[in-house]
Nanobody
Framework: QVQLVESGGGLVQAGGSLRLSCAAS????????MSWYRQAPGKQRELVAV???????NYADSVKGRFTISRDNAKNTMYLQMNSLKPEDTAVYYC?????????????WGQGTQVTVST
């Protein structure tokens, strides 16, 4: 059974930092591209950052220079270091795993963790 479990969310003041974690089980973690998405109230879910199985990274323009995505394949865990947080970063943050398994695309989601940035 595949599980993606996010942690590390919470309430922080603007300008502060948080570190999100996504612990994966039930998948061969190192073959998956891993991503963070977020969804604010009344808005569509958007891609925040992605780290490929080859450690390539890409970021949404809104978080470039402030957020850093990383992964530890030995721990089956992905991270999102969020610095200089802004109120507009307030959202539920979701972990996503995507990979080809025997030629079929597999996608898995975590349950989400709330990040709230106060002014």
């Amino acid at each position: 059974q595949v599980q993606l479990v996010e942690s590390g969310g919470g309430l922080v003041q603007a300008g502060g930092s948080l570190r999100l974690s996504c612990a994966a089980s039930g998948i061969i973690f190192n073959i998956y591209d891993m991503s963070w998405y977020r969804q604010a109230p009344g808005k569509q879910r958007e891609l925040v950052a992605v780290i490929t199985n080859g450690d390539g990274t890409n970021y949404a323009d809104s978080v470039k220079g402030r957020f850093t995505i990383s992964r530890d394949n030995a721990k089956n865990t992905m991270y999102l270091q969020m610095n200089s947080l802004k109120p507009e970063d307030t959202a539920v943050y979701y972990c996503n795993a995507q990979g080809l398994v025997f030629g079929a695309l597999h996608r898995h989601w975590g349950q989400g963790t709330q990040v709230t940035v106060s002014t």
